[in-house]
């Protein structure tokens, strides 16, 4: 091969060495900006299921138990929802022991009226923008009720929930204490630390529509008490909860599951 052809061949060799180190470097940096795509989209995929699975529902105000303190809420998108309203963390008044446990008995003491085995007025689901419907008792204690998913969750509430999400409640063997407003604050105080000690599968909140100082509703059944006398009343409403939570109102109590003390079995109060 002469001296020239020689050189042009070393020209060539050198030059598809270059465009191959080219090529190369092509595909790593092309490598390497996939690589890096993938991550950035890894990471916005956790943050959206942190915000979906984590961070509740701002349309309903979804919080979990641990984040509602006092409150023994259990909201998510099965168990129900606080349909916007905040959970009353307030720290209850330890009641005192069981004296009477006789509900008639006890409801008779307290001056309260116990009605049991009301007509049941329907188990229609209805949307959540529906009006109220005209509720034969009140408290109701039966009828048509919000769809799931926006059934009012158990906990203890700051405002009074829809008459529609309550309902659903009741359905699924709920009981639901409730208080006028303008209750002295100590004696809230008393009915949440009554609710403290059997907060599983039930709600507390004020009810300024009911005509009675304190109450207690489950699927067809009520006690309303006019005025509130102490530990008597709470005696009284132990008594309902335990004779009437749990029973089947058209669905299980167990088809929202829940944790903690219940009113069939409640916690022994103990002192602070």
């Given at each position: ?26 595909r790593n ?159 809230q105080l ?83």
């Amino acid at each position: 091969m002469a001296k020239g052809e020689r050189e042009r061949e070393r020209l060539r060799q050198e030059r598809l060495a270059a465009e191959e180190s080219q090529q190369k470097s092509g595909r790593n940096r092309l490598l390497l900006a996939y690589g890096g795509a993938a991550a950035v989209l890894v990471v916005i995929a956790v943050v959206v299921i942190v915000l979906v699975t984590g961070g509740g529902d701002s349309s309903n105000g979804a919080v979990g138990e641990k984040d509602a303190g006092g409150a023994h809420v259990n909201v998510n998108q099965t168990m129900g929802s606080s349909n916007g309203i905040e959970p009353d963390e307030r720290a209850g008044i330890v009641p005192p022991p069981v004296a009477v446990v006789d509900l008639q008995r006890a409801a008779k003491q307290a001056g309260c009226v116990v009605k049991l085995k009301l007509k049941d007025e329907g188990h229609e689901h209805i949307p959540q923008s529906s009006p109220e419907p005209a509720y034969e008792t009140n408290p109701p204690t039966s009828g048509s009720h919000v769809e799931p998913p926006f059934q009012q969750a158990d906990g203890a509430w700051a405002k009074e929930p829809k008459a529609i999400d309550i309902v659903h409640s009741l359905e699924h063997g709920r009981i639901n204490f409730q208080y006028a407003p303008d209750l002295p604050e100590e004696e809230q105080l008393e009915m949440k630390g009554l609710y403290d000690t059997m907060y599983g599968a039930a709600l507390l909140y004020p009810n300024a529509k009911m005509p009675y100082a304190v109450a207690a509703s489950s699927w067809t059944n009520l006690i309303g008490c006019k005025t509130y006398k102490g530990a008597i009343t709470l005696d009284a409403l132990r008594d309902f909860g335990k004779q009437t939570w749990g029973k089947y109102g058209g669905e299980p109590v167990e088809a929202f599951t829940f944790t903690g003390p219940t009113p069939a079995e409640p916690e022994e109060p103990k002192a602070g």
